[in-house]
C-alpha cells in the first residue's frame, strides 16, 4: 500500500507540475503573442505612414501580384496567409497611380518593373499603356527596367522611352497558343459519362467532354482570334520601338539562327535587335533613372505606386469639399469579373447574389447618373448571369445610363449581361461573342457496373429516375434537356437582337457560339467603339449630359483589418512556407481543369461560357 502511496503522491506532483505549467504557458503565449503582435503592429503602422513626396521623385510602378479588375474578398486568417505572388493588383490603382503622377510636379519620372506582377492581360495592358502615354505628354520620361521580361511584361515596358536588361537576363517572345485539356480517354477509364448537349453549332465548350483533340471547326476559329490578338500585340511593340513591321514575327522564325550568331547570349540578341536599349546591372540602372529624373545619384527618391497613392489619400482629407456646395453627378464603375456562378463571390468567381447586391448600392449613390460595368469575365451560369442582366435592368429602369467597358473577356454570360446596355466599348484585343448555350450532365452507371454495384426500384412515374447520375440518362430526360438548351438559345438570340437593334435573323449567323474580337465585334455590330476604361467613362458622361462629374469605383472592399493581417504577413514572411517549387507548378498546370469543374454550380446545368478563351483572364 505504501508503495502505491508513493506512486500516487509521485503521480499527483507530476499533475501539479504539468498544470502549473500549463497554467504559466496559458498565461504567458496570450502575453508573447500580444507583444509580438504589437510589435509587428508598430512596424506595419511605421511603414504606412505617409511619407512626404520630395521633389525630382521617381514612381515605382512595381506591382506585386494578379492584376485584376475587382479584389477578392478575403477572411482575416486568409489575408494574413497571402502570398505575395497570390495577393492581387486592381489595375485601377496602376492607372490612377500614373495618371495623378502624370499632374504632380514633384514626379519628374516614372520607373517600371514587372518581375512580380502576374499579367495584366493584353486588352489591361492597352489601358495601361494609354495612361503610361499620358503620362509621357507631359514630357516626363518613362524607364522599364528587369532581369527577365515575359511577353507580357515586355508589351508594357516597350512603350518606355528606355528599356534596359540585366547583361544576364533574358527577354521571352514565342507566340500566343490556346490549349485545352482533353477529357474523354480519362472518362473511359474511370467509366464517367457525360452527357453534354450544346445550342450554336460553334459552342466549343462542350468539346473537352467528347474528344480527345481540337476539332477541325474550333481550330480555324481559334486560330482567326488567336491571330488577331497577335497581330494586334506585335503592332502595339513595333509602334513603342520603332521597328519595321513584322519585325517582331521575322526574329521569331529566325530565333535559332539569329541566337547563335550571338553565342547563346539573348541580352546581346535583344539590344542588337532594337527590342531594348541598354544593358545594365543593378547598380547601372540605379544611376541611369538618377540620370534621367533630373537628380544626383544621392538624390534620387522613389515611390512606391501603392504608398504615392496612400500618401495623396492623406493629403487629400484636408480637402474634402464643404457640405452643401455644388457637387458634381457621380458616375459609378462597378465590376464584374471572373468565371459566373451562382450565390457569393469567392476565390475569383463573379457570384450573382454578390454582384446584384453591388449594382443595387450602387443605384443608391446620391448624385449617381451614369453606371460603367466593367466586365471581365468569360461567362459560366445561365441563372447567374441571367440574375446579373435583371440587376443591369433595374438600373437602366431607374432612368441611368449603363455603358458597358470590356477587358480582356466578354464571352457568353458576359456579352448576355451586356447586350441590353446603352452602349458596348471594347478594346480591339477584347474576347467576346460567343453567343451560345451548353450543358453538361454526368453519370457513372459504367463505374456501377463494372464496381458489380446494381441500382433497381421503383417510382411513381416515368421520370421519377430522370436525373439521377447513378442512373443512364434516357432518351426523355435528354430531351428535356434539349429543349430547355434550345429555349435558352433562343432567348439568348432574341436578348442581343433587342439590345443590339437587330432582328434574330441578323443575329443568327454571328452567334452559333463563335467567339470575335473586339475590332471584329465592332464590324459586325455587338460593340459599338474601340477604347478603354477612360473613353467608356467619357461616352457614359456624355449619354448621361453631364458636364461635370466624378468617378466611385464600387469594387470589394478590403476592410481596415484584412488590410492590415495581409501588411504583416507579408512583413513576417509566413507566406514564405507556402512558396513555389515543382508541386506548386504541377498545381498551377492542374488549376485550370479543376477551376473549370468547380464553376459548374447552375442549379439547371446550364451554361454560357467560353472555355476556349477563359485563359486570358
Known amino acids: 500500500m505504501g508503495l502505491f502511496r508513493s506512486i500516487g503522491r509521485g503521480f499527483g506532483w507530476l499533475w501539479r507540475l504539468i498544470s502549473g505549467f500549463s497554467r504559466f504557458i496559458a498565461v504567458m503565449v496570450?502575453?508573447?503573442?500580444?507583444?509580438?503582435?504589437?510589435?509587428?503592429?508598430?512596424?506595419?503602422?511605421?511603414?504606412?505612414?505617409?511619407?512626404?513626396?520630395?521633389?525630382?521623385?521617381?514612381?515605382?510602378?512595381?506591382?506585386?501580384?494578379?492584376?485584376?479588375?475587382?479584389?477578392?474578398?478575403?477572411?482575416?486568417?486568409?489575408?494574413?496567409?497571402?502570398?505575395?505572388?497570390?495577393?492581387?493588383?486592381?489595375l485601377s490603382d496602376l492607372v490612377d497611380a500614373i495618371d495623378a503622377a502624370s499632374e504632380d510636379p514633384r514626379i519628374s519620372a516614372m520607373v517600371i518593373d514587372l518581375a512580380d506582377t502576374v499579367g495584366p492581360g493584353l486588352s489591361q495592358t492597352l489601358d495601361l499603356i494609354t495612361a503610361i502615354d499620358r503620362f509621357k505628354a507631359r514630357g516626363k520620361p518613362v524607364i522599364a527596367v528587369g532581369d527577365f521580361y515575359t511577353q507580357g511584361h515586355y508589351l508594357v515596358a516597350s512603350q518606355a522611352d528606355e528599356v534596359l536588361l540585366h547583361p544576364k537576363g533574358s527577354l521571352s517572345l514565342t507566340g500566343f497558343g490556346a490549349y485545352n485539356y482533353y477529357l474523354v480517354r480519362l472518362l473511359d477509364k474511370i467509366k464517367l459519362t457525360v452527357h453534354v448537349f450544346r445550342a450554336g453549332d460553334n459552342k466549343s465548350a462542350v468539346e473537352p467532354f467528347l474528344r480527345d483533340d481540337m476539332s477541325s471547326t474550333e481550330r480555324r476559329v481559334v486560330a482567326r482570334w488567336l491571330g488577331s490578338l497577335w497581330q494586334d500585340y506585335t503592332a502595339v511593340i513595333e509602334?513603342?520601338?520603332?521597328?519595321?513591321?513584322?519585325?517582331?514575327?521575322?526574329?521569331?522564325?529566325?530565333?535559332?539562327?539569329?541566337?547563335?550568331?550571338?553565342?547563346?547570349?539573348?541580352?546581346?540578341?535583344?539590344?542588337?535587335?532594337?527590342?531594348?536599349?541598354?544593358?545594365?546591372?543593378?547598380?547601372?540602372m540605379e544611376a541611369r533613372i538618377a540620370e534621367v529624373a533630373g537628380a544626383g545619384r544621392d538624390e534620387v527618391a522613389g515611390v512606391f505606386y501603392d504608398d504615392y497613392l496612400n500618401t495623396l489619400a492623406v493629403e487629400a482629407m484636408g480637402k474634402l469639399p464643404v457640405a452643401g456646395a455644388d457637387q458634381p453627378a457621380l458616375v459609378a464603375v462597378v465590376p464584374i469579373e471572373g468565371e459566373l456562378v451562382p450565390g457569393e463571390s469567392i476565390d475569383g468567381f463573379a457570384g450573382s447574389e454578390t454582384v446584384l447586391e453591388r449594382l443595387r448600392r450602387t443605384a443608391e449613390l446620391p448624385g449617381l447618373e451614369a453606371v460603367v460595368l466593367r466586365i471581365n469575365t468569360p461567362g459560366g451560369s445561365v441563372f447567374a448571369a441571367d440574375v446579373i442582366r435583371e440587376g443591369v435592368q433595374e438600373l437602366r429602369a431607374q432612368g441611368l445610363t449603363v455603358v458597358v467597358s470590356m477587358a480582356a473577356l466578354a464571352t457568353s454570360g458576359g456579352y448576355y449581361i451586356a447586350a441590353e446596355t446603352d452602349h458596348i466599348v471594347a478594346q480591339p484585343t477584347t474576347l467576346?461573342?460567343?453567343?451560345?448555350?451548353?450543358?453538361?450532365?454526368?453519370?457513372?452507371?459504367?463505374?456501377?457496373?463494372?464496381?458489380?454495384?446494381?441500382?433497381?426500384?421503383?417510382?411513381?412515374?416515368?421520370?421519377?429516375?430522370?436525373?439521377?447520375?447513378?442512373?443512364?440518362?434516357?432518351?426523355?430526360s435528354a430531351s428535356v434537356i434539349r429543349q430547355v438548351i434550345a429555349g435558352t438559345y433562343?432567348?439568348?438570340?432574341?436578348?442581343?437582337?433587342?439590345?443590339?437593334?437587330?432582328?434574330?435573323?441578323?443575329?443568327?449567323?454571328?452567334?452559333?457560339?463563335?467567339?470575335?474580337?473586339?475590332?471584329?465585334?465592332?464590324?459586325?455590330?455587338?460593340?459599338?467603339?474601340m477604347g478603354g476604361l477612360e473613353e467608356a467613362i467619357n461616352i457614359a458622361a456624355g449619354l448621361a449630359g453631364l458636364d461635370r462629374w466624378e468617378v466611385q469605383r464600387m469594387g470589394t472592399a478590403m476592410s481596415p483589418e484584412q488590410r492590415l493581417l495581409q501588411h504583416i504577413g507579408r512583413s513576417i514572411g509566413m507566406a514564405g512556407v507556402f512558396s513555389a517549387g515543382p508541386i506548386a507548378d504541377m498545381v498551377d498546370a492542374l488549376r485550370p481543369p479543376l477551376r473549370l469543374v468547380e464553376s459548374f454550380k447552375d442549379p439547371q446545368g446550364v451554361y454560357m461560357r467560353c472555355i476556349s478563351c477563359a485563359n486570358v483572364l
Open 432 to 476: 467576346t461573342g460567343s453567343i451560345g448555350v451548353f450543358a453538361a450532365f454526368p453519370t457513372f452507371e459504367r463505374l456501377f457496373d463494372y464496381a458489380g454495384v446494381s441500382v433497381d426500384g421503383v417510382g411513381t412515374t416515368a421520370m421519377a429516375d430522370a436525373f439521377r447520375a447513378d442512373r443512364p440518362l434516357s432518351e426523355g
Open 490 to 529: 433562343v432567348d439568348f438570340l432574341h436578348i442581343v437582337a433587342e439590345g443590339r437593334g437587330m432582328n434574330v435573323e441578323q443575329v443568327a449567323p454571328i452567334a452559333e457560339g463563335i467567339v470575335w474580337t473586339g475590332s471584329d465585334a465592332l464590324e459586325i455590330g455587338l460593340v459599338d467603339s
Open 239 to 284: 509602334r513603342g520601338r520603332g521597328l519595321p513591321s513584322g519585325s517582331i514575327d521575322r526574329m521569331i522564325a529566325d530565333f535559332p539562327a539569329l541566337l547563335g550568331q550571338y553565342g547563346g547570349d539573348v541580352a546581346q540578341m535583344s539590344l542588337a535587335l532594337g527590342l531594348i536599349d541598354g544593358l545594365a546591372n543593378d547598380a547601372a
Open 30 to 90: 496570450p502575453l508573447v503573442t500580444l507583444g509580438a503582435l504589437i510589435y509587428m503592429l508598430s512596424i506595419v503602422f511605421d511603414q504606412a505612414r505617409p511619407m512626404p513626396i520630395e521633389d525630382n521623385s521617381v514612381l515605382l510602378l512595381q506591382p506585386v501580384g494578379v492584376v485584376v479588375e475587382d479584389l477578392d474578398p478575403l477572411e482575416p486568417l486568409q489575408a494574413l496567409l497571402q502570398q505575395d505572388v497570390a495577393s492581387e493588383v486592381l
